[in-house]
């Protein structure tokens, strides 16, 4: 398809367990984002990538999180041992580096549920 | 850091009119874009509109429109003529305007209901 697709689109899951939310960017489009989405909040900044490498990471709230691209392509968020305050959305865009304009794409999110 | 604040958690318009929805953001920054999205119950966001802030001129996409105040760093948002379809959350958003990372600071948004 065209645009951003992430999976899966729901996830439910029992604190304490691992998941991997995954991204299919645009394809060409070099600069991936995630974002989470609590409930009523806007989007908070998790991690970008520029290519396979992660110039900011800032945006990740603990070292039970992490994330990867391969290929320029695809990326895999990962949280371990998950707790109930991980409960949120988390969307995905991605961008043509190059020109002024950049705009993120984003796709439909996953939401993940931790009982 | 820059900050961006709605202070509208919702806001409610009859179908046709117009409603301006506000948006205000702290930052050093001299250049920077603004955007406003659109993020309907599908959860997809929706680009609206977008804002440099070297520009003058607001701008202008169909029936949205912003009013950008840069000293006052305000960046709000009209919708004429509403439309059913306008029902969605609306986040106002900050980005630097720095080549390289292009993160978004969002606000926490503005629930907008058309009312038939």
């Known amino acids: 398809g065209a645009g951003v697709s992430q999976s899966p689109s729901n996830k439910v899951t029992e604190k304490g367990k691992d998941v991997e939310l995954r991204c299919d960017p645009i394809?060409?489009?070099?600069?991936l984002y995630w974002y989470r989405q609590r409930l009523g909040q806007g989007l908070e900044f998790l991690i970008y990538f520029q290519g396979n490498s992660a110039p900011d990471k800032s945006g990740l709230p603990s070292d039970r999180f992490s994330a990867e691209r391969t290929g320029e392509s695809v990326s895999t968020l990962t949280i371990q041992r998950t707790q109930q305050e991980d409960s949120a959305v988390y969307l995905c865009?991605?961008?043509?580096?190059?020109?002024?304009?950049?705009?993120?794409?984003f796709g439909p999110g996953t939401r993940l549920t931790v009982l | 850091a820059q900050t961006v604040t709605q202070s509208q958690p919702e806001m409610s318009v009859q179908e046709a009119e117009t409603v301006t929805l506000s948006c205000t953001y702290d930052t050093s920054e001299s250049d920077y874009y603004l955007f406003w999205y659109k993020q309907p119950p599908s959860r997809q966001m929706i680009l609206v509109i977008r804002q440099e802030a070297y520009k003058q001129q607001n701008a202008t996409e169909n029936r949205f429109s912003v009013n950008f105040q840069k000293a006052a760093k305000s960046f709000s948002l009209k919708i004429s003529d509403s439309q059913l379809g306008d029902a969605a959350m609306y986040f106002c958003a900050y980005r630097t305007y720095n080549f390289g990372n292009e993160k978004l600071t969002f606000g926490t948004g503005t629930r907008l209901t058309i009312i038939p």
């Open positions: 394809s060409g489009h070099t600069a």
């Open positions: 865009a991605s961008s043509f580096q190059g020109g002024l304009k950049n705009e993120q794409f």
